[in-house]
Nanobody
Framework: QVQLVESGGGSVQAGDSLRLSCAAS????????MGWFRQAPGKEREFVVA???????ASYADSVKGRFIASRDGKNTAYLQMNSLTPEDTAVYYC?????????????????????WGQGTQVTVSS
């Protein structure tokens, strides 16, 4: 069983930056994929970015490409640097961990590829 603990959410103004962290219990295998998803009020949860642990390859949703940067350290923590935030980025952000990275990059965007989920952290961006 893997536990994911998120931190770094908060309330900011449009144009500001935030960095989210997601710490996983234990050391992560090279086959791991870490994803970030978000859910805005009244909307379905949507994919934000996924990062393959072994290669550090990241795949971004178009809505955040060029503004958000996913990274990970060498052990068990993933980060989501969010820049140029807009009110449309307001949501609960979830990190998720998949034990086996799918080869098809499109599948990284699918929730069913992830085995464990964090509790979520609120990000609120005001105009």
């Amino acid at each position: 069983q893997v536990q994911l603990v998120e931190s770094g959410g908060g309330s900011v103004q449009a144009g500001d930056s935030l960095r989210l962290s997601c710490a996983a219990s234990g050391r992560l295998a090279s086959t791991t994929v870490m994803g970030w998803f978000r859910q805005a009020p009244g909307k379905e949860r949507e994919f934000v970015v996924a990062i393959r642990w072994s290669s550090n390859f990241a795949s971004y949703a178009d809505s955040v490409k060029g503004r958000f940067i996913a990274s990970r350290d060498g052990k068990n923590t993933a980060y989501l640097q969010m820049n140029s935030l807009t009110p449309e980025d307001t949501a609960v952000y979830y990190c998720a961990l998949g034990l086996n990275t799918p080869a098809d990059v499109n599948r990284l965007r699918t929730e069913s590829e992830y085995d464990f989920w964090g509790q979520g952290t609120q990000v609120t961006v005001s105009s």
